[in-house]
């Protein structure tokens, strides 16, 4: 945000006598990068009312019904001068319509062009004509040594990657501002969190559920770091929760909601399990459903490991053994281990997965019996 501040605000003290700036916002899915422009556009097109300065900040996302060269320069005319939209203009008399409303009206535009890439990519496979990067780069070529009325361009994509597909000349044009947004850490992703469940829940919501979800959407294989994916698994566990009727939203909540956002615990996966790595899964379920935290401990799990084997009257492995199924439970996907934090269960909700084991074992001492019989 104060980047993109430095990079506009000489406009601001002096408008009408600037040139175009074009600006190139990369960052993976859920990392702000739609937010940060967005809250950008929202206070510069504010702090320019307060200083009586006619400019109007236009955000398009082009992956909402903008397809085409023709569809972007419409859905932007439409913004600024809907009068003038109306007209059956081309593409390109109505990028000339634009510009031209804009110096007679003596107003200023900041564009902003989300998901980009999206669209670029569209315009290629179509064969289109022309391209809006080359458009959009060179308006200063309009009127040769005139200050500029469209104030800047800031193109968003998740990576530079659709670059590959321009001209040289449309690459060169795009310049090498760049502000790249990393992936949200664990950290980042609680902060944010807190805030926005602070607002959108009547009940607070426990500190360790938070850095729970902060930590999932923080350790995804694929695109880790993504807050949007976070954001998506408190409203499903609030949703949950209100279904059930119940007063706050639970670490159980959360876990349902994120089964149906991650690949699941299968039947398949437990029935292949040996005998002391379904009773290690059984003393990390229990641990859970006994403390009703995030994490539980490798002591509290081998401790609920013991008490399993004792009611089943097996002899129980060492702590460090017990250790290393943990280890390769995580590695099959039926638990997660975070050194730092211990354990949790993210698959399935606790209690559905308490149920499914039970089954396991009362079909599997089933077919003892029917063997021995």
């Known amino acids: ?20 700036r074009v600006v190139q916002i990369f960052g993976p899915i859920g990392s702000g990068k739609s937010c940060t422009a967005y809250r950008f556009g929202m206070r510069f097109e504010k702090e320019a009312r307060a200083r009586k300065i006619p400019l109007k900040v236009v955000h398009v996302s082009c ?37 031209n409303h804009l110096r007679g009206e003596d107003e200023y535009l900041l564009l902003t062009l989300d998901d980009v890439d999206y669209l670029i990519r569209r315009s290629k496979d179509e064969k289109e004509e022309g391209g809006i990067i080359f458009d959009l780069t060179r308006l200063n070529e309009m009127f040769l040594g005139e200050y500029q009325h469209v104030v800047g361009v800031i193109f968003i994509a998740r990576d530079a990657s659709f670059k590959k597909l321009l001209d040289p000349s449309e690459v060169s044009t795009l310049g090498n501002v760049v502000i790249r947004l990393p992936a949200y850490t664990s950290e980042q992703l609680c902060d944010i969190l807190r805030e926005r469940v602070e607002r959108a829940f009547r009940i607070a919501i426990e500190e360790s559920i938070i850095e729970f979800v902060a930590d999932l959407a923080a350790g995804k294989t694929y695109n ?13 566990a609030g949703l949950i929760a209100d279904a059930e009727g119940a007063e706050e939203v639970t670490i159980e909540h959360v876990r349902k909601a994120a089964s149906e956002s991650f690949d699941g615990i299968s039947s398949e ?21 006994f403390h009703k935290t995030p994490y539980v401990s490798i002591k509290d799990v081998y401790e609920y490991y013991l008490i399993a084997c004792e009611g089943r009257e097996i002899q129980p492995f060492t702590y ?54």
Do not use: W
């Not at 397809?67 to 390109?92: C, F, H, M, W």
């Not at 949007?228 to 408190?234: E, M, T, Y």
């Not at 437990?270 to 859970?288: C, F, K, N, P, R």
């Open 224 to 236: 880790p770091g993504d807050c949007r994916f976070a954001l998506d698994i408190f409203l499903t």
């Open 63 to 99: 992956k909402l019904g903008v397809d085409s060269r023709y569809a972007l320069y419409q859905t932007v005319l439409q913004k600024v001068a809907p009068e003038i939209a109306a007209r059956g203009y081309s593409a390109n008399e109505m990028l000339l319509q634009l510009i």
């Open 320 to 373: 460090s053994k017990i250790r290393d199924y943990i280890k390769d439970l995580h590695f099959r996907g039926l638990l997660n281990y975070n050194p730092r934090k211990g354990i949790s269960i993210v698959g399935a909700s606790v209690e559905d997965l308490s149920r499914v084991l039970q089954t396991i074992e009362r079909s599997r001492e089933l077919e003892e019996y029917e063997e021995e019989t």
């Open 1 to 20: 945000m104060r980047m993109l501040r430095d990079l506009f605000h000489d406009f601001l003290e002096k408008p009408g006598k600037t040139y175009q």
């Open 269 to 289: 996966d437990l029935m292949a399990l040996d005998e002391h790595a379904m009773l290690t899964l059984i003393g990390a379920v229990q641990a859970l459903r």
